[in-house]
């Protein structure tokens, strides 16, 4: 950050800050978009809706095991590469989910996205102050990871809908796109 760009403040740096609040959003999307559609997917696959709903638990449980573990392993790898690789992981585990012939097949995209969730977060967060100079650095993780609660109100919602609109299949497919 120039001493110019700092003393503009955010300006300079809302592309970057909005892509992060983007991709925070499709990240709480991918996360919470199983629950509207288990009962959807049980019945796809001729599973109950308990054994539907491990899609949940193993997401759940790929972020919690790997969050530190993930961010300690790749902190020698440049940020922009390894955020970039995180969202193309989100895109094919809901590709997955979406073209999955098997339940198995969806529990593996939904471990996958797991793991990617499990490391995007310390990498969106790490890299704001990348960006912006360090007054701003609240105001700039204000914005970035203010995309998960757009995933959450706007994102999930819209998602299930069109998932109980068109299957549940062809949201987990939008989402991947």
Do not use: Q
Not at 78 to 87: D, F, N, S
């Amino acid at each position: 950050t120039t001493r110019h760009d700092s003393e503009r403040g955010l300006r300079p740096h809302l592309p970057g800050l909005r892509s992060l609040a983007a991709a925070s959003s499709e990240a709480a999307t991918t996360e919470m978009l199983p629950v509207g559609l288990l009962p959807a997917i049980g019945r796809a696959f001729a599973v109950s809706d308990s054994m539907a709903g491990l899609l949940i638990t193993l997401y759940a449980v790929m972020v919690a095991l790997l969050a530190v573990p993930l961010t300690v392993a790749t902190v020698r790898f440049e940020r922009k590469p390894l955020l970039l690789a995180t969202l193309l992981c989100y895109a094919a585990s809901n590709a997955l989910v979406a073209a999955a012939p098997v339940f198995a097949m969806v529990a593996a995209g939904r471990v996958l996205g797991g793991i990617t969730h499990a490391l995007f977060f310390s990498l969106c967060i790490g890299y704001v102050p990348r960006l912006v100079a360090g007054a701003y650095v609240g105001r700039g993780l204000a914005i970035a990871t203010g995309g998960a609660s757009a995933g959450f109100v706007l994102g999930v919602p819209f998602s299930t809908s069109l998932g109980t609109a068109v299957g549940w299949r062809a949201a987990f497919g939008v989402l991947a796109a």
